[in-house]
């Protein structure tokens, strides 16, 4: 005799799946999907680094914002090419359109000394972090 395991949600999960089959969304052919650039995030040192890839981004295309409220939002537009014939394509999965990525910055970072540079298609954001006053240990006499 077999124990199958019991799961509440299981006929929940098949409908939405059901569900999902059925209203599948798949954009019309030729159309041109949404470009979202990948990005990698490290924290070094002395500053924390953003690296966004934009293969086919013009420098000038690219918006690196800090917002009041320390929001850096790194925006764009890839542009389609103009001299594209579609009937040269037998299939074309490049993506264009606007792109924005927004990131809180933390308590630490020192937003106004914040510096973008754009090489071989790489966006790379430099945030400084901000320089702590260490203050030395010392003994308070309870009285």
Same mark, same amino acid.
Request: glycine share 4%; net charge negative.
């Given at each position: ?52 890839? %934009? $293969? ?10 800090? !917002? @009041? &409220?320390? /929001? =850096? ?31 809180? %910055? $933390? ?10 540079? !754009? @090489? &071989?298609? /790489? =966006? ?20």
């Amino acid at each position: 005799m077999f124990l199958t395991k019991y799961d509440p949600f299981k006929e929940l999960k098949d409908f939405e799946d059901r569900f999902k089959d059925a209203f599948k969304i798949t954009p019309p052919e030729g159309a041109l999907t949404a470009f979202s650039p990948s990005v990698n995030t490290r924290e070094g040192e002395f500053a924390y680094h953003i690296e966004v890839d %934009l $293969p086919g981004v013009k420098k000038e295309d690219i918006h690196v914002d800090v !917002s @009041e &409220d320390n /929001v =850096l939002t790194i925006s764009g537009e890839r542009k389609t090419k103009e001299e594209v014939k579609e009937k040269d394509y037998y299939k074309c999965e490049s993506s264009y359109g606007k792109f924005s990525r927004s990131f809180t %910055l $933390p308590s630490n970072a020192d937003a106004e000394s914040i510096s973008a540079n !754009s @090489e &071989d298609a /790489v =966006l790379e954001v430099v945030i400084p972090k901000l320089k702590e006053a260490k203050t030395a240990s010392r003994k308070i006499a309870v009285k």
